[in-house]
């Protein structure tokens, strides 16, 4: 119907023109002409009815008419002509337009009845058609259970007992279940829990990506893409990675999401990363609790290594038996900061909200307004071995919030909001969560953004929404990062940004629960197994993970992966294409990396100076870090790649000792050399040198650093013989004994011998009593 309306509006504006209706005026003439006839008509009129003024001729009239419009229009003085009206009932041309298009008007109408009666038909046959079900067999109800029962253990947020889930997928896979056989083949490929089998997980995979399984075909992308079990094939990866990613695949879709962003493999297209990755955030989003889920630790392997003084956020459990101790003394801190712990999880410990509860109800107890309101989360949201009790949440919420507690206070404003255990109030909803966000907590400022977003008991305001959002995205809550997402990409309440939204909707995608594998990986390498390690994370270096891209490449580099046969410019080759896609995102250990390589040749095959100085530039200059800047001082100092300069030399070598104190010491070190060499070039540089006399100009240009440590040698040796202890003195020879003096020694000797043998037999002849 809808291209009936614009056909029928078409042929109407063109049936007016033809016949002259909306033709417009030539000029401003025209328009006053036309003015004049309209009083013209009136004065007739008027002059028809009978009064006391006496009659005028017809051409009284019209002569006084004209002479008005002369004196008007300024035109000469002459007769107008007038044109006789055509008459349109003649009009032949405008009847056969008028004709042809009614015609086409009839036969659109006509087919579009025909289209709207094939739809209709369509529709009833898919209403009338029944749904045929087909009955599974024993077998297959039986795989359904055991799947069931194994998904029920494994997805406890204590999954302690994982191997006797795995055993029950494993039946499931024997009876013919085909998510059963896909989570073993997954745990076959990435080498956890299960042993790494890649071959056998290749065979699972490519049988069940002919049966149309959507995670068999992103199986299939991640090894294609990779190279590992296939030969390397992008375009195959693809296909794959496409067609999971129809099948809603998570994984997929972040990978899709993630190559449209980064411009891997594919045209980049910011419109369609967005596509991608707002599914998988509305997904995460959806499932967020009002716990906020289990936090993700994220480690980087090069920055522990080069930083080994920095802790990795990893609790020891030496720290963690520590911290027991004092709680089971009743130290209420200690208490509390365990609770938090296990309540939110991350840092190693598994999230335990049962264990979390032994913790906060001694310290609430003993009046801690932090474990109240925790306390009162616990009860409000519930857990797989805690049901949920509002009025205890209640409780411990308002004992919480009367102490000005933030988390009591957002815990009542919840209930209220959501009528939970009380009567649904947006006011007094409204007043916790300003009183909570006053005090700079989160999930108060989150919940504020929420009502002013959403106008919910209060009017609707973008600009305040969009503030509480970024505060609370400052303390990293994923629904902070979501709303602002929605706001960006649509541009309510600022201008729309797709790149920002993109950057967003990422970082909540890369929260979900399949982002715990970055510390299973990290474990498995603690463990010294680096192939499984390995497999982690260059799965999720596929999905975008920069810390998993960045370690992929940190395990390849320094030739800890067994997997690839000790190929070792293969490894390189890998190593450098993770080090180029983490340094993408902004990582710039990895810019300074990519610099490494370029350097030495490592993984390129030719040396290229000028690709690394470009790449430590980048890192100096973007990402402000210290090693590239004293990496371009050198390259300055030696003429590598660039123009040599002393003075950008010493600048750069000034420059990294004031971004970072750790360099000072190497900084001191150069700029010293650098100084010495300065001196030398000068000495060099004159005509008359003893060097040039001996003809060790060139010899001292090319050997310069085995001269200074020789210097440097000799200046320790002669500073440690300086300091040298002074030699001992000579002890006087003891005197020579008499003879008298001698037997009486041997006497005494003697008798000392005779009892310790008599103390001796004492002893045995006790033991043999006894």
Request: aromatic share 10%; hydrophobic share 35%; glycine share 8%.
């Amino acid at each position: 119907m809808k291209y009936n309306l614009v056909i029928l509006i078409f042929a109407t504006i063109l049936i007016s023109y033809s016949f002259g209706d909306l033709e417009p005026p030539e000029s401003a003439e025209r328009d006053k002409l036309k003015q004049y006839e309209r009083k013209s008509a009136k004065g007739l009129d008027d002059s028809s009815q009978e009064d006391e003024t006496p009659k005028r001729t017809d051409s009284e009239e019209d002569e006084k008419f004209l002479k008005l419009i002369r004196e008007e229009l300024n035109l000469p003085t002459g007769g107008i002509k007038i044109v006789k009206a055509p008459d349109l009932s003649k009009d032949n041309e405008g009847k056969a337009v008028t004709e042809s298009i009614t015609k086409i008007l009839e036969s659109q109408e006509k087919w579009i009845q025909q289209f709207e009666e094939e739809l209709d038909e369509i529709n009833k046959k898919e209403q009338t058609n029944e749904i045929v079900e087909v009955e599974k067999t024993a077998e297959e109800i039986e795989a359904d259970n055991l799947y069931d029962q194994a998904l029920a253990i494994l997805n406890k947020t204590k999954a302690s007992n994982r191997a006797e889930g795995f055993s029950l997928l494993r039946k499931a896979a024997e009876k013919g279940h085909k998510m059963a056989k896909i989570n073993i083949a997954w745990a076959q490929l990435l080498g956890n829990p299960l042993e790494l089998r890649i071959e056998t997980a290749k065979q699972t995979f490519v049988e069940l990506a002919d049966k149309g399984v959507s995670e068999a075909h992103m199986a299939l992308g991640f090894m294609y893409a990779t190279g590992i079990g296939f030969n390397v094939s992008q375009s195959k990866a693809l296909i794959h990675y496409t067609m999971a990613a129809i099948g809603d695949n998570s994984f997929a879709q972040m990978v899709m999401g993630y190559r449209y962003w980064a411009g891997i493999t594919l045209v980049n297209s910011c419109e369609k990363a967005l596509d991608f990755y707002r599914k998988v955030a509305s997904k995460v989003a959806a499932e967020v609790t009002f716990s906020g889920g289990p936090a993700i630790h994220r480690v980087r392997l090069l920055d522990e290594v080069e930083n080994s003084g920095l802790s990795s956020g990893v609790l020891d459990n030496d720290l963690i038996d520590y911290y027991e101790l004092l709680a089971n003394k009743g130290d209420i801190q200690a208490q509390v900061g365990l609770g938090q712990l296990h309540y939110q999880g991350g840092r190693g410990i598994p999230l335990d909200h049962k264990k979390a509860l032994s913790y906060f109800l001694p310290a609430a107890n003993a009046g801690n307004a932090v474990a109240m309101g925790f306390l009162g989360k616990i009860y409000l949201e519930g857990s797989e071995n805690i049901k949920a009790d509002n009025d205890t949440a209640y409780k411990y919420f308002k004992k919480a919030a009367d102490l000005g507690n933030p988390v009591g206070q957002t815990g009542l404003g919840i209930m209220y909001l959501q009528g939970k255990g009380v009567q649904k109030d947006t006011e007094k909803a409204l007043k916790y969560f300003t009183q909570a966000a006053d005090q700079g907590w989160v999930e108060g400022q989150l919940q504020l953004g929420l009502m002013y977003y959403g106008g919910i008991g209060i009017k609707r305001d973008f600009k305040l929404a969009n503030k509480y959002f970024n505060l609370a995205s400052q303390s990293g809550h994923v629904l902070a990062f979501y709303n602002l997402a929605q706001m960006h990409s649509s541009g309510v309440g600022m201008i729309r940004s797709c790149p920002t939204a993109v950057e967003l909707f990422k970082n909540v995608a890369e929260r979900g629960k399949w982002g715990e594998r970055l510390m299973v990986a990290y474990q498995d390498y603690r463990s010294y197994k680096y192939d499984e390690a390995f497999m982690q994370y260059a799965f999720l270096a596929e999905l975008g993970y920069e810390v998993a891209q960045s370690n992929a490449a940190f395990l390849l580099d320094r030739n800890e992966i067994k997997m690839f046969n000790n190929n070792r410019q293969e490894e390189l080759v890998r190593a450098l294409q993770y080090w180029g896609r983490a340094s993408g995102q902004g990582y710039s250990a990895a810019q300074v990396k990519l610099g490494d390589y370029h350097y030495y040749g490592l993984g390129t095959g030719i040396v290229d100076y000028e690709a690394a100085a470009s790449h430590y530039r980048t890192a100096s200059e973007q990402q402000h870090n210290a090693m590239a800047m004293f990496n371009l001082a050198y390259m300055h100092e030696q003429g590598l790649g660039m123009k040599k300069d002393i003075h950008l030399a010493k600048r750069f070598y000034d420059l990294a000792a004031e971004t970072n104190s750790d360099a000072k010491i190497p900084v001191a070190l150069a700029l010293l050399k650098l100084q010495v060499l300065n001196k030398f070039e000068s000495i060099l540089d004159k005509e008359n040198n003893i060097f040039k006399s001996m003809g060790l100009n060139e010899n001292i240009a090319s050997n310069w650093d085995l001269y200074l440590i020789t210097i440097i040698t000799i200046l320790l040796g002669m500073i440690i013989y300086s300091r040298r202890p002074p030699p001992e003195t000579p002890q006087p020879s003891p005197q020579p004994q008499t003879n008298s003096e001698n037997s009486a020694n041997r006497d005494d000797s003697q008798n000392e011998s005779n009892n310790d043998n008599s103390q001796q037999n004492q002893t045995n002849n006790n033991d043999g009593l006894q």
